[in-house]
């Protein structure tokens, strides 16, 4: 351990997250939709958010692009940017669960073990993994961001599925068949799941 972190206490205050959950009248989650570029993920976890959000519960969408354009500015496509990317947003995830919210984050995070290390930092019983299930040639094919076609091109080095492997969760709490549901049906799923198993009080 280095000096720096033998000299960081983390405080412990009166205001704790079982007492920000019963304010809220709901327990904290952090809903992880992982999936390929194009899969459909920030669009699901929009529709999503909407559903919870009218219902008066407490939600935030981290979404990959918009953290990748400012907390995470300064991080490559490297399998080692990538891995901190994924750290960094468990923890910011992790933040709001300890807020009583309901953080839906949407970001590909294409290996294993780094989904594993935000289960493990979030806690598994406040994280639930929803693959969002869509093949590379239907995503591929979708290209709303015309990104495939510029790796393709050889325009995006480590694109993930082109030149950059997924490693697609074998046992996730939920998957979206995104090829052969809309994405409204796919989002009803997630928000009963929610609502259901992630124990929601209200």
């Known amino acids: 351990m280095s000096e720096k972190s033998l000299n960081i206490v983390p405080g412990e205050f009166e205001i704790n997250r079982p007492a920000r959950e019963k304010l809220n009248g709901h327990r904290a989650a952090v809903l992880w939709f992982t999936g390929l570029s194009g899969s459909g993920k920030s669009t699901v976890a929009n529709l999503v958010e909407q559903d919870l959000y009218q219902r008066g519960l407490k939600t935030y969408l981290l979404d990959g692009d918009n953290v990748r354009s400012g907390l995470n500015s300064d991080l490559d496509f490297s399998e080692s940017g990538r891995k901190e990317n994924i750290r960094r947003i468990a923890e910011v995830a992790k933040l709001f669960a300890d807020s009583g919210t309901i953080a839906l984050v949407s970001f590909i995070s294409p290996f294993k073990k780094d989904r594993e290390q935000a289960k493990e930092i979030i806690g598994r019983d406040t994280f639930a993994e929803i693959f969002v299930d869509a093949s590379l040639a239907c995503c591929e094919d979708r290209d709303v961001k015309g990104l495939y ?48 198993k992630v124990h929601i009080t209200q």
Request: aromatic fraction near 6%.
């Open 149 to 196: 076609k510029k790796a393709r091109a050889g325009k995006i080095p480590n694109f993930t599925g082109i030149d950059s492997p997924y490693e697609a969760p074998e046992n996730p709490d939920i998957r979206l068949d995104a090829e052969g549901k809309t994405a409204a049906e796919c989002a009803a799923k997630v928000v009963e799941y929610t609502l259901n």
